[in-house]
């Protein structure tokens, strides 16, 4: 079985920074490539961002290109999500998934390993 966790959530202002944190744990190799997700009150959850094992590839969602960068170390089996700029709008419960392959993908039902997620919070 594998675990993943967030961490990093929290409440900032607009224009300001954070960084979440995704810690992998228990069977780490049932983890290959990974997404954020996220999603906000009332909407349905959409993709943000993309990342294959090695980091060589990324993908990145239109509305959120140009301010939020993903990245990961195996070493210490954990994926992050830098997010600078934030706007209001940005604000959502944050979640990172696993896929089983080195397959980066926008797809939800791609990922079968899923955090509990975290919030995050932007005031105007």
């Known amino acids: 079985q594998v675990t993943l966790v967030e961490s990093g959530g929290g409440l900032v202002q607009a224009g300001g920074s954070l960084r979440l944190s995704c810690a992998i744990s228990?069977?780490?190799?049932?983890?290959?490539?990974m997404a954020w997700f996220r999603q906000s009150a009332g909407k349905e959850r959409e993709f943000v961002s993309g990342?294959?094992?090695?980091?060589?590839?990324?993908d990145v969602a239109e509305s959120v290109k140009g301010r939020f960068f993903v990245s990961r170390d195996n070493a210490k089996n954990e994926a992050y999500l830098e997010m600078d700029i934030l706007k209001p709008e940005d604000k959502a419960v944050y979640c990172c998934?696993?896929?089983?392959?080195?397959?980066?993908?926008?797809?939800?039902?791609?990922?079968?390993?899923w955090g509990q997620g975290t919030q995050v919070t932007v005031s105007s």
């Open positions: 228990g069977r780490t190799d049932y983890v290959a490539a």
């Open positions: 998934a696993g896929h089983a392959r080195d397959c980066p993908s926008q797809s939800e039902e791609d990922h079968t390993t």
């Open positions: 990342i294959s094992y090695n980091g060589g590839y990324t």
